[in-house]
Nanobody, 114 residues
Framework: QVQLVESGGGTVQPGGSLRLSCVVSGISVRFNPMAWYRQAPGNERELVASITLSGDTNYVDSVKERFTISTDNTKNTVSLQMNSLKPEDTAVYYC????????WGQGTQVTVSS
């Protein structure tokens, strides 16, 4: 059974940084493309960043040059470094497989506000 546990969210001022972490169990991040998603109130869940088996990364235009996705094969985790945060980044953030939507974790709330 695949389990996804996100952490690292919080409240920051615009321009601040946060690092999200997702502990993955049941599959190996080394052999699966992984991604971070987010859902803001009233919006659908959207793909924010992804990383392939070869380490290639992709980002939604709104976070390019600000967010960085990475994996740690020894800890089996997926991380999202978020810099220069904006109020529009406020959302609940989730990690999951890029193409196989396993049961969603509880997510981690990110709030960007002055």
């Amino acid at each position: 059974q695949v389990q996804l546990v996100e952490s690292g969210g919080g409240t920051v001022q615009p321009g601040g940084s946060l690092r999200l972490s997702c502990v993955v169990s049941g599959i190996s991040v080394r052999f699966n493309p992984m991604a971070w998603y987010r859902q803001a109130p009233g919006n659908e869940r959207e793909l924010v960043a992804s990383i392939t088996l070869s380490g290639d990364t992709n980002y939604v235009d709104s976070v390019k040059e600000r967010f960085t996705i990475s994996t740690d094969n020894t800890k089996n985790t997926v991380s999202l470094q978020m810099n220069s945060l904006k109020p529009e980044d406020t959302a609940v953030y989730y990690c999951n497989h890029l193409t196989i939507y396993y049961r969603w974790g509880q997510g981690t709330q990110v709030t960007v506000s002055s």
